[in-house]
């Protein structure tokens, strides 16, 4: 089912090729729907989220960067710089065919990937460019240039990114000369984690791949049985993955490339989880939210949605909370430890983008065009800024006291706030 539009051939002469990739990237792991009810915030849940912790305890720490995904290959999703209270627009550039890639942030310079199949390297101070790098390197117009599709991620002297046609590439950090590039024949949507001499990422292919770094010579390959859609969490040398076709997750030793153990899920696992003290989270298809314990083998808790509409987002997760968007208009604040809702904000149109907290708030950007910051404790709004653009499969990145966030569509932006 994930697979099934990506190799349908578009055959309206109104949509172009890229557009489709685009469209079969949003849906590619649409599942079924059923009815719940979303629990109510009652006055004692008020008066927990009231004394929340502030994130950044545990295994998180202060951090002028941000060099992947979710700054961090436990997928939490927390920043460990802060943000001014009420930020202001920085600068912003324009980004043709718009940005699937979430961008990264590391001393002083933003890497932004585009549909349109650039890779830049800009100053984080004024959005000016460094260097770009181009997917495919061609002076003939009428050539397709594959996109960008999968985070930005940025390891020692390389940056990692993978394109719409399931090539990833590393280039050099300073120059933005290519280093490497290893094909996988289908499209790249997660994004690459360096684990040691290793790098880890999957395609659409169905794999999961473990590369040399140096080199990107190809040291195992791991059949997930299906298109894998997210970032991989780590828990030391063992890596989760499922291939959104059937829920089961994959445990993999990474020294290895062997599974290690498999766990039977409750319903699929499609999107990127968050790992905390040996617990994954993750929204489904079906609208609700797992804890799943992968040593015990068990669903520890389930959270349902209003609408029960399909939840996209990665969380993000703190100590005693997890949060993540959905796509029935709601912004989802749960008690890490049982379960239930603390508090929800609503936005005017459906959301895919991944939250970040920093500090004692939690910035996302929304289908409705607003980028928004809430409170952690309450879910109050802090902060709103009207793009005038939809923010989708681009999240957040938080670096050196600015954010940093792409809009989608053909005419998308690059937003700096600070």
Not at 101 to 129: H, W
Not at 140 to 165: H, R
Request: glycine share 12%.
């Amino acid at each position: 089912m994930c697979t099934q539009l990506i190799h349908e051939i578009p055959t309206r002469l109104n949509v172009t090729r890229r557009d489709f990739l685009r469209r079969a990237v949003a849906v590619a792991s649409v599942g079924g729907i059923g009815g719940v009810t979303l629990p109510t915030v009652s006055a004692d849940d008020a008066s927990q989220a009231a004394d929340a912790k502030p994130a950044g305890d545990g295994d998180v720490k202060p951090s002028a960067n941000w060099p992947d995904f979710r700054n961090g290959s436990s997928l939490r999703g927390i920043a460990g710089t802060s943000l001014r209270e009420k930020l202001e627009l920085k600068w912003e550039r324009e980004a043709p065919d718009g940005c699937q890639a979430t961008p990264a942030i590391v001393d002083g310079k933003v890497y932004v990937a585009g549909l349109n199949g650039e890779l830049q390297s800009l100053k984080l101070a004024d959005g000016s460019p460094i260097w770009t790098y181009r997917s495919l390197q061609t002076d003939n117009p009428k050539t397709f240039i594959p996109g960008f599709s999968s985070p930005v991620a940025v390891t020692g002297d390389s940056v990692l990114c993978g394109d719409e046609e399931g090539t990833m590439h590393c280039v050099d950090l300073k120059s933005g000369a290519l280093r490497w590039k290893h094909e996988t024949g289908a499209l790249v949507v997660g994004g690459a984690t360096a684990i040691g001499e290793l790098v880890v990422y999957g395609s659409h292919v169905g794999k999961l791949f473990g590369l040399k770094r140096a080199s990107g010579e190809l040291v195992w390959e791991f059949d997930t049985n299906g298109p894998v859609n997210g970032n991989q969490a780590f828990d030391g040398n063992l890596t989760f993955v499922s291939g959104c076709m059937e829920p089961v997750l994959y445990v993999v030793d990474t020294e290895t490339g062997r599974e290690h153990t498999r766990v039977q899920l409750d319903e699929l696992l499609f999107g990127t989880p968050a790992l905390v003290d040996g617990i994954l989270y993750f929204g489904t298809p079906e609208g609700t939210v797992l804890a799943v314990d992968w040593k015990a083998g068990r669903t520890v808790w389930s959270f349902a949605s209003r609408l029960s509409r399909q939840i996209s987002s990665a969380p993000a997760a703190t100590q005693d909370r997890i949060l993540i968007a959905a796509r029935d208009n709601s912004l989802y604040c749960i008690d890490r430890q049982t379960g239930k809702a603390v508090w929800s904000f609503e936005t005017r149109a459906d959301n895919d983008n991944a939250p970040v907290v920093v500090g004692d708030r939690v910035f996302f950007g929304s289908g409705d065009k607003h980028i928004y910051a809430v409170g952690l404790a309450d879910g109050v709004e802090r902060w709103k800024y009207n793009a005038g653009v939809k923010f989708v499969e681009s999240s957040p990145a938080v670096g050196d006291e600015h954010l940093v966030i792409c809009s989608s569509g053909p005419a998308g932006k690059v937003l700096c706030f600070g």
